[in-house]
């Protein structure tokens, strides 16, 4: 049983800036890119959206899912689940944010590994066996 004093709080250190009207997610002071940037930008998206829902949530802002999403005129489902990303183990965040690694799965894989223990969700999301046809 956990009490509420061994609870885990994570701060991913992000900016947010706007582009062109549009809202665009800085990485940290010390991020230093990789040669190869061709991490999928709809992932980090996702979890930067995924982060500011669950703030928005935990804020009080909305009593359920279900009233978040028909604020933003989405489906319930797609709602909750790209809100899982934001309880990604601070390992995977580390390295799909600040050195912007490219993941083995797709978004919609990621969302479901997110239902993982910590400790397995690395090794899921970068080491992912490819798909057999």
Known sequence: MMKTSDTIQIFVPLKLRKKNGRPKILPPAGYLP?????????????????????????????????????????SERQVSRQMRLAWLAPAVLRR??????????????LANIAWLAWDDQESAVFNAAPAES
Do not use: C
């Not at 980090?44 to 359920?64: D, K, P, Q, Y």
């Not at 799909?96 to 894989?109: D, F, H, K, M, P």
């Open 34 to 74: 990789s040669e190869d940037q061709t991490q999928d930008p709809h992932i980090l998206r996702a979890i930067g959206r995924a982060w500011s829902w669950r703030r928005r949530m935990e804020a009080g802002e909305f009593g359920t899912v279900r009233d978040f999403a028909i604020a933003l005129k989405l």
């Open 96 to 109: 799909l944010v600040y050195r912007r690694e490219t993941s083995a799965v797709t978004l919609l894989e």
